[in-house]
């Protein structure tokens, strides 16, 4: 005759034993949902945003020209944007350029060497200047970044990131800066 608690305790191991077998199959399952997908190990991870309408919302609302750049090659993908009306009016691009080194377009009604600081990763002034197109640039030189920084009244324009000063200069010379309506 059994007791009760032998009972119990075999109900006790067969719901254990079963639980581990149930689980047993999903994994089998899932496995060759697995191996049937196809997946490309070599796919590119990046995320790529339409910065369009962001330009267009941050023209409208920008108290100074807003930059954008226009006619960069597919290559060059923006990864970021934001504008942000209660941080000094901070308008921000990132891109990845063709050898997949960052490039930011930072602007702020914050003109302070603080800011600047602070959004090219400690990078310093050099004293050197850089022609781009009809703009002159002033020349920061980092550990992380690099940057090329033009003051205007009022508001301060940076290509920074991790990119040669020539593919800055590349971002740099294809901005455009425009205020109102986009």
Do not use: C
């Amino acid at each position: 005759m059994r007791d009760d608690g032998d009972v119990a305790n075999m109900k006790g191991k067969q719901t254990i034993l079963d639980m581990v077998r149930s689980l047993a199959v999903i994994g089998i399952v899932v496995a060759g949902i697995y191996m049937f997908l196809p997946h490309d190990e070599k796919a590119d991870p990046t995320r790529v945003v339409d910065y369009r309408v962001e330009t267009i919302t941050a023209r409208r609302a920008a108290p100074y020209p807003v930059a954008a750049p226009v006619g960069l090659p597919d290559e060059w993908r923006a990864t970021s944007v934001t504008y942000e009306r209660k941080n000094a009016n901070a308008w921000h691009l990132g891109f990845l350029d063709p050898e997949q080194q960052y490039v930011a377009v930072e602007q702020s009604s914050d003109a302070t060497a603080k800011f600047v600081a602070k959004i090219t990763k400690h990078a310093q002034a050099t004293g050197q200047t850089q022609q781009v197109g009809d703009l002159t640039w002033e020349r920061w030189d980092g550990e992380k970044y690099d940057a090329l920084v033009r003051q205007e009244q009022g508001y301060v324009t940076v290509v920074t990131g991790t990119a040669s000063f020539e593919q800055l200069a590349k971002m740099a010379e294809a901005l455009e800066f425009k205020q109102g309506q986009g």
